[in-house]
């Protein structure tokens, strides 16, 4: 006896007559949900009931609309029941939109007949994409789907449903800069979760259908596009074995670490797998596969003369795989330098069954850079054919050097161990920990040689180093100048003054090692450590007098090596900065005030760069940079900046006079670049606390002196307020500027000197009046005051307002004074709206307060509820839910009054607010109202409860009985 053999089959009558009743989704939701009879599935298709489930929609206010459809439920529950009728009726509406119906139909899936599912499969395999319509679904359940499928008979299907879900496409936005990430029908995180579930089902097809979605993620991100040198799979791959590094949530990784897997089990019947991948022709794939080799060499316990002599099959066609691997010079290339040497390590510990004089001979060879036409790039212009010979040479020894390092003494053969110990003693030991062999060669730029080593050098040895030592072009990852750079800022940032006898000596130098010093230096100094500044600046006054268009040969990639001398400049003028920025008593750090002169005829030459050049600021700036970031990363406004810093230090002396005079060729329309006039912004109030008569005197052409203010004064005035608190003395100094701002509010489209700060220009203004209002510092009347609220717009308004409501929640303590402002400044603007119904948005910001709770509930709640009663779709957020249930008890009526407003006309699906009330909020509230005893107030919540229930919240009756059941405890 099956389990439907325990139910009645329905009549047509019986049918149709239950399909009148259920007129209403909450009558809907109380019968699929009670209903557990499978012959009602057929009985109901053939009346329609389950044809035209509803669709996914997105509103005009943007949200997206999923209504609830009951019969899902009873569906899914009847699957494995009836599956082939349960099929029948999800075939037709596979390509429903609706999220509920496709969450349903995926649970259905997996515990219906495979045969059954199959049905359903061409109409799932085109759901990926489809964002709004997936939102829903469990990523486990499309796993076990397809696992489902792959196991149980429907191999064919399953691939279908795994390549739709699984396979990797084109990426929908691709990104404007860098490689982009191909897309799946999973998300990134779920994807590599799941993957091995899936991967493991494809039972033959494993290996062919990772290698096959591998080649489409590399053709997508643009990693291999099949030319000679093309695979950029390094970048986001160095290292195939599992490392710290990886993410493990891209798809690119996932794939590799399945593949490696599959791989290695596949080891254990036949290495043809892994031979086939050895001579593919993507690289990302032949390291792949050598990693695997290798570590299957290491994993050949006994490795004894015994063992060799009755190898097993396996072993002997390991062997074989890897003595091919070894005759392949294609394999000492750079490019697998990463998988490559843990592979001859593993090879040199099993002699006995692995010939590796293959390798060794490529070794005595030097690198392929050096047998093909890359081995002219090795000569410079202006070289003798001796003097490129030599280059090579030089080359081929740091290469060699590399390699037999990272092998070591004890596993070369006697030359070869020779020529290590030689090469120690040229060029130094270079220290490579066993277990970085991997990641020590593939973190980006790094140095030839340590900390430690390096500062164990003297001088000369040290900078005769620097001077010989070249990155080897073929050494993927390797040694760089950049990398080298780094170290020595390093030891230079911990003894800033090594270098001062030997400055001359220092100019000979790469511009990359110069900059490095340099940065040593300016980190010496923010360390609070005794700089030189006297030989510092007369070297610095060397610097400013090199040609921007002085162009140096570079090794590596541009990122590698400096080609010119203007990134050691803008180090420099840092490192100036930073000597200007410390304080007037740091006697270790700050530069001395009898060098101020100096420092002046630098900062001279800086601020008349050329950069930011127009074109230049309208290309890098605009949308893309604010004027406040761009000043920060170019020459002139970081040199105004400097000069700024000068004034301030010296402030009264002839020096500082000089610089003021500077500046003042930058103003009154000199210099029309929008970072300059942030860098003044920034600059307010040390200016205005050094030389005050100066900045008031320049105030109007620095902030606006006549409406419409320019783009620069807006700027200048906007980066003032976002990088400065709210100060009586600057709103005074600025309210001739604000004024005329404000004046222009809201038809003209200001300009921001800091867009990426959290407030808009027009916000930062209300926040300085309001701020200033509650600390008692302007009264309601000022003129600013009136001004601003005047010509702001009610959704600005709300919008400050709301801001200082948010900020009453992160104050850990607050003067009675200050709170008691906050709620004049509240009840002012309230009555505001009473007299003007139309700017109720000014008080959006409400449910801070409610949220916040530093006024207490019987100042908010009221407040809330008017709020909540004149402002359309009033949308709390989520934020008050909680709240509303503590204090349900103390004040049940205006409790519920909130709801009312909120919820009556609000949709089912209305976002987080709705689920925040439904969940931690009318259950209370309406079981408060109905124990409080007022007749009317019980009334109203029995009757939103059942305009609730009519909406399909049927369980909440149930949670309120239980709220008001004797004894019960909340808090549980």
């Known amino acids: 006896m099956t389990e439907a053999d325990k139910y009645k089959v329905p009549t047509d009558a019986e049918v149709h007559a239950i399909r009148l009743r259920l007129n209403k989704l909450p009558l809907r939701t109380a019968f699929y949900s009670k209903l557990d009879n499978p012959h009602w599935v057929t009985a109901l298709a053939k009346q329609d009931v389950f044809k035209n489930p509803p669709a996914t929609e997105v509103m005009p206010d943007g949200l997206v609309r999923s209504d609830v459809w009951p019969e899902i439920d009873y ?14 009726v999800l075939e037709p509406i596979a390509g429903s939109t609706n999220q509920w119906v496709r969450r349903g139909i995926m649970e259905a899936c997996t515990v219906m007949d495979p045969a059954d599912v199959a049905r359903l499969v061409p109409k799932m395999k085109q759901w990926p994409g489809d964002e709004l319509a997936n939102f829903r679904l469990d990523p486990r359940d499309i796993s076990s789907v397809i696992v489902r499928l792959l196991e149980g008979g429907q191999h064919a299907k399953g691939m279908q449903l795994a390549v739709a879900f699984f396979g990797p496409r084109p990426a929908a936005r691709p990104p404007k800069y860098g490689i982009p990430e191909p897309d799946s029908g999973m998300e990134l995180y779920w994807y590599h979760e799941e993957l091995p579930k899936v991967a493991a089902a494809l039972g033959r097809s494993r290996v062919p259908t990772l290698v096959k979605w591998l080649r489409a993620y590399q053709e997508h991100s643009t990693s291999f596009s099949g030319a000679s040198g093309s695979d950029m799979s390094y970048i986001w791959r160095p290292i195939i074995r599992e490392s710290p590094e990886h993410s493990g949530h891209e798809i690119g990784d996932a794939l590799v670490d399945e593949l490696r897997a599959a791989l290695v089990d596949s080891l254990g019947t036949s290495t043809d797998a892994v031979c086939a991948l050895l001579a593919d022709d993507q690289p990302l794939l032949r390291r792949i596969a050598l990693d695997v080799l290798a570590e299957a060499i290491e994993g050949v316990e006994d490795k004894s003369a015994e063992r060799a002599a009755a190898s097993s099959e396996y072993e002997q066609q390991l062997a074989q795989a890897a003595q091919r691997v070894l005759e392949d010079e294609t394999f000492i290339d750079s490019n697998y330098r990463g998988e490559y040497v843990p592979f001859v390590r593993a090879c040199l510990g099993w002699r006995l069954m692995v010939d590796v004089s293959p390798f060794f001979e490529e070794v005595r060879r030097g690198p392929l850079s050096l047998r093909d036409e890359r081995r002219e790039r090795f000569a410079q212009e202006g070289d003798t054919p001796e003097q490129a010979e ?85 050494t993927f990852m390797g040694p760089t100048h950049e990398g080298q750079g780094r170290v020595l800022a390093e030891v230079v940032a911990k003894d800033p003054t090594r270098f001062v006898s030997e400055l001359e000596h220092l100019k000979t130098l790469r511009p990359t090692y110069i900059r490095a010093v340099v940065q040593g230096w300016r980190s010496a100094v923010e360390a609070g450590l005794p700089l030189p500044w006297d030989s510092v600046l007369t070297f610095a006054e060397w610097v400013v007098g090199l040609h921007d268009d002085i162009k140096v040969e570079g090794e590596g990639d541009e990122f590698d090596d400096d080609r010119d001398y203007r990134a050691l400049k803008s180090e420099l003028l840092r490192l100036i900065e930073s000597g200007l920025s410390a304080k007037q008593g740091d006697e270790s750090a700050a530069i001395p005030c009898d060098l101020a002169v100096r420092v002046l005829g630098v900062l001279t030459v800086f601020a008349s760069d050329p950069e930011p050049a127009p074109e230049y600021e309208a290309e890098y700036g605009g949308d893309s940079m604010d004027p406040l970031t761009l000043s920060l990363n170019t020459t002139r406004p970081v040199a105004v900046r400097a000069l700024i810093r000068l004034v301030h230090r010296f402030s009264g002396s002839a020096t500082a006079d000089a610089a003021l005079s500077l500046l003042d060729q930058h103003l009154d329309g000199h210099d029309e670049s929008l970072a300059v006039a942030a860098a003044f912004g920034e600059g307010t109030g040390r200016l205005y606390d050094s030389v005050q008569p100066w900045i008031e005197e320049r105030v109007g052409i620095l902030y606006g002196n006549a409406a419409p203010t320019s783009p620069w004064q807006q700027v200048a005035l906007s980066t003032a307020l976002a990088t400065h608190r709210v100060h009586m003395a600057l709103i005074e100094l600025l309210r001739g500027p604000l004024s005329l701002t404000i004046e222009q509010m809201p038809d003209t ?55 200082l409501a948010w900020q009453t929640m992160h104050w850990r303590t607050v003067p009675d004074d200050v709170l008691e402002r906050v709620a004049v400044l509240w009840d002012r603007r309230t009555e505001h709206v009473r007299e003007h119904p139309e700017d109720a948005a000014e008080l959006s910001g409400a449910y801070w307060f409610a949220r916040s709770d530093k006024l207490g509930p019987e100042w908010w709640l009221p407040r809330l509820e008017y709020a909540s009663s004149v402002i359309p779709n009033y949308d709390m957020h989520g934020m008050v839910g909680e709240k509303l249930a503590r204090v349900a008890a103390t004040d049940p009526d205006t409790s519920l009054k909130i709801l009312e407003n909120v919820l009556t006309d609000a949709p089912v699906d209305h976002g987080l607010m709705y689920y925040d009330l439904i969940e931690h909020a009318v259950p209370q509230v309406i079981a408060a109202a109905l124990d409080s005893g007022d007749a009317e107030v019980a009334n109203r919540a029995a009757d939103l409860m059942n305009r609730l229930g009519d909406r399909g919240h049927i369980g909440l009756k149930e949670r309120v009985e239980k709220l008001r059941a004797p004894g019960f405890d909340a808090e549980q």
């Open 390 to 474: 030599e280059r090579r040479e030089d080359y081929r020894k740091h290469w060699q050097h590399s390699m037999l390092t990272l092998v070591g003494h004890g596993l070369l053969p006697d030359d070869l161990d020779a020529l290590l110990s030689s090469l120690d003693e040229q060029y130094g030991v270079i220290e490579v920990r066993d277990e970085l062999v991997h990641i020590e060669l593939f973190t980006g730029s790094t140095s030839p040689i340590d900390v430690e080593t390096m500062r164990a050098m003297d001088n000369g040895q040290l900078l005769d180093h620097l001077a010989k030592w070249h990155a080897d072009p073929d």
């Open 749 to 803: 489209a200001l300009t921001a000197g800091w867009r990426t700060h959290t407030r808009t220009f027009p916000q930062l203004i209300g926040d300085w009046l309001v701020t200033a209002m509650i600390g008692g510092h302007l009264a309601p009347d000022d003129p600013l005051v009136e001004a601003w609220f005047t010509r702001a717009d009610a959704d600005l308004r709300g919008e400050v307002l709301g801001h």
């Open 75 to 88: 569906l899914v529950r009847m699957a494995p029941i009836v599956s082939s009728e349960v099929a029948a």
